[in-house]
């Protein structure tokens, strides 16, 4: 069992930063690929950002490409999220989950068979 914690989400400015970060607990991060999610309010779950489980390879959805980028610190067991320029759309509550895929476009494209997902952490772009 893999528990996971999101945090760093909050009320930002247009253009303005967050960094969000998934601490994980229960097993080894690095056994997982991991994937930042995220559902604004009235629309479906979509993927953001994923990595493997090494941090070898990244995907990125079109939409945050060149703006948002995902890292992971292992030893920490913690994956980050790092948001730049942000705009009203990318307003949501942004969810990490974990998965046995070896490759990040698998955990982004297949999120129906993510084993675990954090609780969500609410991010607000707003003037």
């Known amino acids: 069992q893999v528990q996971l914690v999101e945090s760093g989400g909050g009320l930002v400015q247009p253009g303005g930063s967050l960094r969000l970060s998934c601490v994980a607990s229960g097993s080894t991060l690095s056994y997982y690929a991991i994937g930042w999610f995220r559902q604004a309010p009235g629309k479906e779950r979509e993927e953001v950002a994923c990595i493997s489980p090494r941090g070898g390879t990244t995907y990125y959805a079109d939409s945050v490409k060149g703006r948002f980028t995902i890292s992971r610190d292992n030893a920490k067991n913690t994956v980050y999220l790092q948001m730049n320029s942000l705009n009203p759309e990318d307003t949501g509550v942004y969810y990490c989950?974990?998965?046995?895929?070896?490759?990040?476009?698998?955990?982004?494209?297949?999120?129906?068979?993510?084993?675990?997902w954090g609780q969500g952490t609410q991010v607000t772009v707003s003037s």
């Open positions: 989950a974990a998965s046995s895929f070896t490759s990040a476009q698998d955990m982004c494209s297949m999120s129906h068979l993510v084993d675990y």
